[in-house]
């Protein structure tokens, strides 16, 4: 490519940042507080703060559907309209099937976000740290290989990324899922403070917490100066919150780095490859094509972190190839895209409660009740690997008390009181990293940019299988014993992909045979490139996983700074 001098200065930056979801959004904060000039690359749309959230405050009735999917968009679109945040109000942020195609080798629901703020304007917001439970997994039983890291080096960039992005919840004293930095918690409603209670008199290895979340509960000054404001439980959240009560790229790091003058913010921009200099031994920069003007464009840099979300950081190095590196970048030992793992949603369990028919609950709670994994967690003491974690609610089924028939005086009474309590519990279960679960490139099939199609080949096992039977009976057992009724345990039986957890292809390891990415998730073979999303995750716990990015992030930001300045 003949590029002038003038055109390359012009597009070059001290850092490009590959993606402006929730991990790249706080790669560009930090770089750009610290004085970098930042040019974040991302495929989508831009999508401000406020102005681009469309439906954030429309009624049901503003909806030609009433907020449902329509038969036509399922028919369109099966993938995405498995996701249950998917629907008439929130349909603009989500990626449509036929606009980005992928092979399943084997079937796999892929749910993403392509805009300015990726995922973090449609994620659940739960947020839990790990602990050296998790980190210490993969040697302790045997699988994968060993973290390059521990909870210590982790916990101080926890406590910083928590403070800034704002975690309501209890410190709970938990040896599993370690204290966050905390802004008031949300409350359990009566049942669950019944289960609670029951969970507490007939299990010394369970405690049901309430979910700590993303959630501005009691702003402090630093998310005040974020222009964002308290919570107000409406729980409308997935269509962008125009008070910034949860933490989205969109309402928080992207516009903090933006404040600074240092962020360059390049929408409809797909990145293709990254470019490694053969002499230079090292990437200087990245290929992209312009999806307005279809240009392919080169923009240049120091240091690139990768953060597209896992999968398509994994596609974008094996489609970084050169002389040195022809299996993609970074790949000598030929793992790239290999030991790529997910969480185990199957399980569910439905379930009446009969009394509290006084009571009540006030606003739409944005976060659920926990349990902790119980199970495996000291010593191994099942016959399958690692653990789960469970969450529930209660909630009063509906206003038809009575059914929905009826006529005059009597029946305007009975639709007026609420239905039973009903109980809802999930699992979110740890899945083993096995190096037959992969992604790979297609050899013939193009997206419209021309940038080879993601085959993915990752499955279910039977280690899962067993976890999840464990948790549909523990559940049970546990529903049972806080005097539950009509108990129904339920196996969806959804492919990967649908918990929108997927991590792994670009581990981190002690050793560039085993792994690709070293303990400060810089590549191996390529240091001035890191992947801090959930690419270059070894295992990936029972946690939900975001907040671990966050945290990986900043502590990977601060050190590409501070090797920069040694240079
Ligand atoms: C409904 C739902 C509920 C969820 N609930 C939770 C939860 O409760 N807790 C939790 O921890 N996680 C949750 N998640 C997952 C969470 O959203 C992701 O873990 C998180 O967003 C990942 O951050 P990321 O930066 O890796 O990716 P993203 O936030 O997806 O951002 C990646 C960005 O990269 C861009 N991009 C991709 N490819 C390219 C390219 N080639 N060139 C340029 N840009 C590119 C994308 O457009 C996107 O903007 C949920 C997700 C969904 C959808
Ligand atoms: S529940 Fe809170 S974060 Fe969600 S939309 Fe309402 S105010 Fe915003």
Known sequence: MNLSIDTKKKNTYDVIVIGSGISGGWAAKEFCEKGLKTLVLERGRDVRHITDYPTAMSNPWDFPHRGRSTVASETTNPIVNKCYAF????EHFFVKDNDHPYIQEKPFDWIRGYQVGGKSLIWARQTQRWSDFEFEAPARDGFAVDWPIRYKDLAPWYSYVEKFTG???NRDGISNLPDSEVLPPFELNCVEKHIQQKVKEHYRDRQV???RCAHLTQPNEIH?????GQCQARHLCYRGCPYGGYFSSNSSTIRWAAKTGNLTLRPHSVVHSIVYDEQKQKATGVRVVDTNSKEMLEFFAEVIFVNAACLNTNLILLNSTSSRFPNGLGNDSGLLGK??????????????????????YYGRRPTTAFIPSFRNVF???TDFLRGYMVAFSASRAGWHQGGQEGFGAEYKENITQPDDWGIYMMMQGETVPKEQNHVRLSKDQKDAWGIPQL??????????EKLLQDFLMQGTEILEKSGCKNISPYDSGQAPGLDIHEMGGVRMGKDPKTSLLNQWNQLHHCKNVYVTDGACMTSVGNQNPSLTFMA??????NHAVSIQKTI
Request: hydrophobic share 30%; no cysteine.
């Open 224 to 228: 005040t100066q974020q222009g964002r």
């Open 379 to 381: 010593k191994q003491d």
């Open 339 to 360: 030991y790529v793992a997910f969480h185990n949603y199957r399980g569910s369990l439905t379930a009446s409660f009969e009394g509290y028919k006084d009571k009540y």
């Open 455 to 464: 085959i993915t080949s990752i499955e279910y096992d039977q280690n899962d």
């Open 87 to 90: 629907e008439e109000a929130t």
């Open 552 to 557: 990986l992030t900043a502590r990977a930001v």
């Open 209 to 211: 917490i309430i979910g």
């Open 167 to 169: 975690i309501s919840g």
